[in-house]
């Protein structure tokens, strides 16, 4: 079984930054093993939305629009942590953040990822 914890949520003004990490672990597994690894969001009343994916191999990225230029994901396999880098935050940023992960080949949508986290707080004043 794989287990996701996310971390580094928390209360930032709007322009602020935050650094969200998700750490993987689980018997015998290494991140590698994952090969693709997501964050998702979701703001009270809404879906869950994807903000970026990261694959291994190479460590290709695609954002979703609203977050691209802002947003930053990167993956470290030694350490079996993901990140999410957000700048210039909004407070339409405000959410419960999600990391999610597969062993296989997976895009944007929150149903194709077996693995999640519990989620971290992102609030975002004005």
């Known amino acids: 079984q794989v287990r996701l914890v996310e971390s580094g949520g928390g209360l930032v003004q709007a322009g602020g930054s935050l650094t969200l990490s998700c750490a993987a672990s689980?018997?015998?597994?290494?991140?590698?093993?994952?090969?693709?690894m997501a964050w998702f969001r979701q703001a009270p009343g809404r879906e869950r939305d994807f903000v970026g994916g990261i694959r291994a191999n190479g460590g290709d990225t695609n954002y979703a629009d609203g977050v691209k230029g802002r947003f930053i994901i990167s993956r470290d396999d030694a350490k079996n942590t993901m990140y999410l880098q957000m700048n210039d935050l909004e407070p339409e940023d405000t959410a419960v953040y999600y990391c999610?992960?597969?062993?296989?080949?997976?895009?944007?949508?929150?149903?194709?990822?077996?693995?999640w986290g519990q989620g971290t707080q992102v609030t975002v004043s004005s």
């Open positions: 689980g018997r015998t597994f290494s991140l590698f093993m994952m090969a693709s």
């Open positions: 999610a992960a597969s062993p296989g080949f997976r895009g944007t949508l929150s149903r194709d990822y077996e693995f």
